[in-house]
């Protein structure tokens, strides 16, 4: 129940009420990883990366493990925030942490480059996830198709 309603506050622009169901969750020891990583998502999607990275510091100090929601979650709330060098080392950190790069924190990375007019790194990711045999999905060729749009554009401009 709580992760639904977390859920529909952070969608509704409600940040505020989000946090305090997070608060009252986690004072009925009842939040979980996915109450952590929803209460991410919302503050990823509101594009606070400072207080997104606290609380993923928060769920780590709470021994459970970020899975790839959390992780996305990082580098939209960087790139929305307009740091896409931040959003760009979250697939640094998730290596480091040994977590496995999936299709959709691709797709969060070729966002957030794409976000920043940084289309030659959103093509290197495309082909870095290929090389490593992460399969695109439809999105990833929205991505693709959008990327290479708009850089065309880049250079027809010049």
């Given amino acids: 129940m709580y992760n639904t309603?977390?859920?529909?506050?952070?969608?509704?622009?409600q940040l505020a009420l989000a946090e305090a169901l997070f608060t009252q969750a986690r004072a009925a020891g009842v939040a979980d990883s996915v109450t952590y990583e929803t209460m991410i998502g919302v503050l990823g999607m509101a594009g606070d990366a400072a207080r997104a990275e606290v609380m993923f510091r928060a769920m780590q100090a709470a021994n459970m493990k970020p899975g790839d929601y959390a992780y996305c979650a990082l580098i939209a709330a960087h790139?929305?925030?307009?740091?896409?060098?931040?959003?760009?080392?979250?697939?640094?950190?998730?290596?480091?942490?040994?977590?496995?790069?999936?299709?959709?924190?691709?797709?969060?990375?070729?966002?957030?480059?794409?976000?920043?007019?940084?289309?030659?790194?959103?093509?290197?990711?495309?082909?870095?996830?290929?090389?490593?045999?992460?399969?695109?999905n439809a999105l990833t060729q929205q991505l693709a198709a959008e990327v290479g749009r708009k850089g065309a554009a880049t250079v027809e401009d010049q």
């Fill in 5 to 13: 309603a977390i859920s529909a506050s952070g969608k509704a622009g």
């Fill in 79 to 136: 790139s929305l925030a307009g740091d896409a060098a931040s959003a760009l080392r979250v697939r640094a950190r998730m290596l480091r942490d040994g977590c496995n790069l999936s299709v959709h924190v691709y797709n969060s990375l070729i966002a957030a480059a794409d976000r920043a007019g940084m289309f030659d790194k959103a093509l290197d990711l495309i082909r870095t996830m290929r090389r490593e045999g992460v399969e695109p």
